[in-house]
């Protein structure tokens, strides 16, 4: 019997669903508040990096998407900028679970994809894994290339395929018993990956505490 904990397999994306997915993010991305604006720049991201991701707010909400209202829009792109999934952040600060919801909450049937999978085809032969997205958007606003999962437990054995080639793969994970985790699942997948010590939080947060050169300097 098979030990493999791989869930649904990820399948192509109709015509229908992409068009629908590809309507979402431009509407959120052109509905970005001020509010949104400033939670990004205090979490080191600038409207260039913001943009580049195509993020966005939920101000005006695609049908499904009422539960994700005032919420930020972060969608999965393909290597030509076009949305193959969102994913959405809470953007008040609360007890999230004592508002009814997560954090972090993705669409219905969501099989988790791989966030900024343009990443796999732009990199050399070094690529970086990050536990979030937004921790990922911080690394490429260094110039490396990062992909990143949604949560230290998001891991699957079609993301190890997908990083086969790479003789190097940095993994960033949080400095706790869930990043400790995450970087182990990893490092005994792939022969090449290789953890990195956070000590001033997540990859966030010792941007926040060092600026880039703090990053780099682990990877030196």
Not at 1 to 20: A, C, G, I, K, Y
Not at 153 to 176: C, E, I, T
Request: with cysteine.
């Amino acid at each position: 019997m098979s030990t493999s904990q791989e869930p649904e397999p990820l399948r192509p994306l109709s015509d229908s669903q992409r068009e629908t997915l590809e309507e979402a993010t431009s509407s959120y991305q052109a509905a970005v508040t001020g509010h949104a604006g400033t939670y990004l720049a205090r979490r080191g991201i600038d409207p260039a990096s913001a943009a580049m991701f195509r993020l966005g707010v939920v101000v005006d909400p695609m049908p499904g998407h009422d539960r994700f209202r005032g919420f930020l829009a972060i969608p999965y792109l393909d290597h030509r900028d076009q949305p193959l999934a969102l994913r959405f952040r809470c953007l008040a600060e609360h007890d999230h679970r004592a508002g009814g919801h997560g954090k972090y909450m993705s669409e219905t049937g969501d099989t988790g994809r791989m966030f900024n999978v343009r990443a796999v085809h732009q990199a050399g032969d070094v690529i970086h894994v990050c536990e979030g997205e937004l921790d990922a958007i911080i690394l490429a606003k260094l110039g490396l290339h990062a992909v990143a999962l949604p949560g230290a437990l998001a891991w699957q054995p079609r993301h190890r395929r997908m990083l086969a080639g790479f003789s190097r793969v940095w993994v960033w994970g949080d400095p706790d018993d869930a990043g400790a985790d995450f970087i182990a699942r990893i490092v005994r997948a792939h022969r090449a990956a290789k953890g990195v010590r956070l000590r001033h939080g997540d990859v966030t947060d010792t941007y926040l505490h060092g600026g880039g050169n703090a990053l780099l300097a682990l990877i030196a």
